[in-house]
């Protein structure tokens, strides 16, 4: 089965700066790539996905990029604000299969 | 839209009862997942339901868990007898599929603590 690698598990940024957030993937059938954000208590919620056929989408300050050759996918949160300050997760699945596999999550913390 | 339901959004009992989670998926949604989040093994799925169907049940840890989804508005997650360490939170998530993948929107979650 698929198996989801998320890294740092942990992240401190400065307010202002920009954070980003690498996953690896096994699965070469895999091409629905999600990312979730978690605040303390709350549920995930889906922030930004990226499908197989592209290689880079962006939505304001958050943009995901996608190299299916290396089989890794990652986060870019430009300008952080301390309202950034979650878990985020990302997951992988595949068109045939609703399954998504999640990466462990990372605890991003914007320092003021 | 009220989004996902879940019911209770918690739940405190002692090993050995049985405990019933109960999801309600956002009116229109065609499959409907079942995950567990704990410290240790992050956030995972259950099992997942598509046109009130079992599709995928490999994540279920083993035959104290049995879920079932009698019709398109109503889910249930059971676990009989409970462990203390099934303790967690359980979420209910909805979505729409129309041939492709789509946004999983989840439910508020039952924080579930077995004594």
């Known amino acids: 089965g698929e198996n989801v690698e998320q890294h740092p598990s942990t992240l401190s940024v400065q307010e202002g700066d920009s954070a980003v957030i690498k996953c690896t993937y096994s699965?070469?059938?895999?091409?629905?790539f999600p990312w979730y954000k978690q605040e303390l208590g709350k549920r995930p919620q889906l922030i930004i996905d990226?499908?197989?056929?592209?290689g880079e989408k962006k939505d304001q300050r958050i943009a995901v990029t996608l190299n299916k050759t290396a089989k890794h996918f990652s986060l870019h949160i430009t300008e952080t604000q301390p309202e950034d300050s979650a878990v985020y997760f990302c997951?992988?699945?595949?068109?045939?299969?609703?399954?998504?596999?999640f990466g462990t999550g990372t605890r991003l913390t914007i320092i003021p | 839209d009220a989004g996902v339901i879940q019911s209770p959004r918690h739940e405190v009992t002692e090993m050995g009862q049985e405990v019933t989670l109960r999801c309600k998926p956002i009116?229109?949604?065609?499959?409907l997942f079942w995950y567990r989040q704990t410290m240790m093994r992050g956030l995972e799925l259950l099992i997942y339901?598509?046109?009130?169907?079992?599709?995928?049940d490999s994540g279920m840890p083993e035959d104290r868990f049995s879920a079932k989804m009698p019709n398109a508005s109503f889910s249930t997650l059971k676990i009989q007898p409970s462990e203390p360490r099934d303790s967690a939170v359980y979420f209910c998530?909805?979505?729409?599929?129309?041939?492709?993948?789509?946004?999983?929107?989840f439910g508020p979650g039952t924080r579930l603590t077995v004594t």
């Open positions: 339901f598509n046109n009130n169907v079992p599709i995928d």
């Open positions: 699965d070469s059938a895999s091409n629905y």
């Open positions: 990226i499908r197989s056929n592209v």
């Open positions: 009116s229109g949604h065609n499959s």
């Open positions: 998530a909805s979505s729409f599929r129309d041939g492709l993948a789509g946004e999983q929107y």
């Open positions: 997951a992988a699945s595949n068109f045939g299969n609703e399954k998504l596999t």
